[in-house]
């Protein structure tokens, strides 16, 4: 199923702090968007908004044609996969993958047929009976994935989904991740970080967070070569520090990831 998400002017509020300002933002169908800024700047709350975690006070949030603002996360076609993986650390990992699948009361060899199709395409099919504790970070991260794919989400919502892993496993499941996206075409994927690397090496386009504001949104290109706002320009631009190189035919890379290419915008 393919599915864009956009945000209609979402505002959310804690009390009297609004800290997601009158948001405006279109993820197209099977683009990666990452959304990118410091700690604390509202981008968690975006992405829980999407997921049906928290309850816009304003503004409406679209899942493909569907206004999915009051329906509950089950109801909204999303996977979602957050820092610390959420395994059950009492179940396999083929019954961890077909978790949201029982729970939405798919026929048993439905289910089966998802749980091995999640697995193979997240390369943890060898792992199926392992339970959580008997994997690395990295391996349960990937099973976390497995078990949001398992449902075949128009939508994946990615927290964070690398920040608990150690530098080695990181660039390993980042990789997973843009095989994944190459493979799943019509998934829509929002990826919060606040890591310049990640959201340059994987996303189509990033859009810039900065005290519950959009600051900027372009391909990782054109942030990087033309910046709209000074802020994105210091915060993007701390990508620098990270080895960049420039090579022959004008790609970009950044501690060795080469930048996606430029779409022209
Ligand atoms: P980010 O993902 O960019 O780090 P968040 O969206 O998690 O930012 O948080 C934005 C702001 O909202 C922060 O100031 C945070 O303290 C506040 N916040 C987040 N969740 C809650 C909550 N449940 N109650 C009160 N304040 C919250």
């Known amino acids: 199923m393919s599915s864009g998400i956009r945000f209609d002017r979402v505002s959310v509020a804690y ?6 300002d009158a948001l405006d933002l279109t993820v197209e169908p099977g683009e990666v968007m990452a959304l990118l800024g410091p700690s604390g700047s509202g981008k968690t709350t975006a992405l829980r908004a999407v997921a049906g975690f928290v309850r816009p006070a304003s503004g409406r949030v ?3 044609e569907r206004d999915v603002t009051a329906l509950p996360p089950h109801r909204r076609g999303i996977g979602m996969v957050v820092q610390q993986y959420a395994l059950f650390p009492h179940m396999r990992v083929e019954d961890n993958v077909a978790f949201g699948l029982k729970a939405r009361k798919a026929a048993k060899s439905e289910i089966a047929g998802r749980v091995a199709e999640a697995l193979e395409m997240t390369g943890m099919a060898a792992y199926a009976k392992r339970f959580p504790r008997e994997l690395s970070g990295g391996q349960q ?6 078990r949001a794919l398992a449902v075949r989400p128009g939508v994946l919502l990615l927290d964070e989904p690398l920040s608990a892993l150690d530098a080695q496993l990181r660039s390993g499941v980042l990789a997973e991740l843009a095989r994944l996206h190459r493979e799943l075409p019509d998934v829509s994927i929002l990826y919060v970080t606040h890591d310049q690397v990640e959201a340059l090496t994987l996303a189509d386009r ?6 519950a504001r959009l600051q900027d949104c372009g391909t990782p290109q054109r942030l990087y070569r033309a910046p709209r706002t ?10 620098n520090l990270l080895a960049v190189t420039v090579g022959g035919a004008g790609t970009v890379s ?3 990831f080469e930048l996606k290419a430029d779409t022209g915008e």
């Open 141 to 146: 991260q990937r099973v976390a994935i497995a």
């Open 254 to 256: 950044f501690g060795g």
């Open 230 to 239: 000074e802020f994105t320009a210091s915060f993007v631009g701390n990508a």
């Open 62 to 64: 679209f899942i493909g």
């Open 15 to 20: 009390g009297r702090t609004t800290v997601l």
């Open 206 to 211: 990033i859009a810039v967070m900065d005290r």
